[in-house]
């Protein structure tokens, strides 16, 4: 949820929150891992014991080795992805917000990590610009980041795997950076 206005002279601060890891695509691609996994164990646990525990096919007449025990392998490989997926969402990994403030010259960014919060605080002559990384085809990128003086890398803003419309990229850049008062880099 962005909440920057377009009359940029009425106000002071503005906060920008980021979503995390909890989208539908996590929770669909955890229910299928889930579902696929424990399929797998239960075909593994069919050929070893010699009865059906799945209601399709007939595991039960794979040969343990190596058809079985491959199975196996599959399911738990499966289930410890899937833990590590759910967790992710558990945690809402990479949620957090983007706060500018005009009064005190500063920004905050803050981000969910995987075992402790990530927080970033700048001042605003610590900027140097506001830059547009765009990038189309296969695996498309379109995020706005901050360009600091005296690195080389950007600090990304927007959230990962976000891909919004092209034009509010743009105007979403445009105006912070105006807010910041700094240049816009990355547009062609």
Do not use: C
């Not at 050929?47 to 491959?70: C, K, M």
């Not at 010259?105 to 981000?111: A, D, L, N, T």
């Not at 506001?130 to 498309?140: A, C, M, Q, R, T």
Request: aromatic share 10%; no cysteine; hydrophobic share 40%.
């Amino acid at each position: 949820m962005n909440t920057m206005q377009s009359n940029l002279s009425s106000f002071n601060k503005i906060e920008q929150k980021i979503n995390g890891s909890r989208k539908i695509s996590n929770y669909l691609i955890g229910g299928m891992l889930s579902i696929g996994g424990i399929g797998f164990i239960l075909a593994a646990i069919s050929s070893y014991t010699g009865r059906d525990l799945l209601p399709l096919g007939n595991p039960s007449t794979l040969l343990f080795i190596p058809q079985g025990i491959i199975m196996g392998a599959y399911g738990v490989i499966a289930n410890l992805l899937n833990v590590y997926l759910w967790y992710l969402v558990f945690i809402n990994f990479g949620s957090g917000y983007n706060f500018f403030d005009r009064d005190s010259q500063s920004v905050e960014i803050k981000r969910k990590g995987l075992f402790k919060d990530i927080e970033v605080k700048l001042n605003f002559d610590e900027i140097k610009s506001v830059k547009l990384d765009i990038s189309e085809g296969f695996n498309p990128r379109r995020r706005i980041a901050l360009v600091l003086k005296g690195r080389k890398k950007a600090l990304p803003l927007s959230g990962a795997g976000e891909l919004k419309p092209l034009l509010q990229v743009e105007e979403e850049g445009a105006r912070l950076a105006k807010f910041l008062n700094v240049n816009l880099e990355g547009l062609k």
